[in-house]
């Protein structure tokens, strides 16, 4: 985690932005590439199912309860449990509103079709925790932001198994990252202002 919180401190913004939305770009044709082939469109439609009173009741609901355990976590206890080395600020800090309301949509589209509507649809809730968990690397030296990332997937996976739908995941997991990200921005600007 150090070298790569050292690497992203180094970064430009730009290369930053690159990054980020290299990843996801791959992670995207994944999941269309793996849909083409493990689905066919009458399933692949089930998996985008709406229903929603699901997405208010699980998906919102979903988002408050991990958002005010994550706001408990940072009040309370010590900060370097859950330091990222600066990953999430130097992603965050300087976004517009807008841009940051993108990204978090990008990224919890993507990621939930892939490890939910993909991964965990054909090869079970504990494979794709675990391809979840190993893919946010920056926490596998950090035990507790590790295993905050291993239940928040277990518990996004279990939602998508009670409602079947990825809606209700794609609504928790944007909201949890949108709320964070402007906690982030935010923040700084109230850091600055006291300056």
């Known amino acids: 985690m150090r070298r790569q919180s050292e690497q992203i401190q180094h970064m430009t913004d730009r290369e930053v932005l690159f990054h980020l939305?290299?990843?996801?770009?791959?992670?995207?044709?994944?999941?269309?590439v793996a849909s083409l082939f493990l689905f066919d469109w009458a399933e692949w439609r089930r998996l985008w199912r709406l229903d929603?009173?699901?997405?208010?009741?699980?998906g919102v609901g979903a988002a408050a309860l991990v958002l005010a355990a994550?706001?408990?976590?940072?009040?309370?206890?010590?900060e370097d449990w859950h330091d990222d080395g600066g990953v999430n600020e130097k992603i965050f800090r300087g976004r517009s509103i807008l841009h940051l309301f993108f990204l978090c949509g990008l990224i919890a589209v993507t990621e939930e079709w892939l490890f939910r509507g993909i991964v965990q649809t054909h090869w079970g809730l504990w494979a794709a925790s675990?391809?979840?968990?190993?893919l946010h690397v920056r926490y596998l030296e950090k035990w507790f932001l590790f295993v905050m990332v291993i239940v928040l997937s277990l518990f996004l996976g279990v939602l998508y198994e009670r409602?079947?739908?990825?809606?209700?995941?794609?609504?928790?997991?944007f909201l949890i990252?949108?709320?964070?990200?402007l906690h982030i921005r935010l923040g700084g600007e109230t850091e600055e202002e006291g300056k």
């Open 130 to 134: 675990a391809i979840f968990a190993v």
């Open 70 to 78: 994550d706001f408990l976590a940072m009040r309370y206890l010590p």
């Open 177 to 181: 990252d949108f709320v964070l990200a």
């Open 21 to 32: 939305y290299l990843t996801q770009g791959l992670l995207l044709a994944v999941a269309g």
């Open 52 to 58: 929603l009173s699901d997405v208010l009741l699980y």
């Open 163 to 173: 409602t079947g739908s990825l809606w209700v995941t794609v609504t928790a997991h």
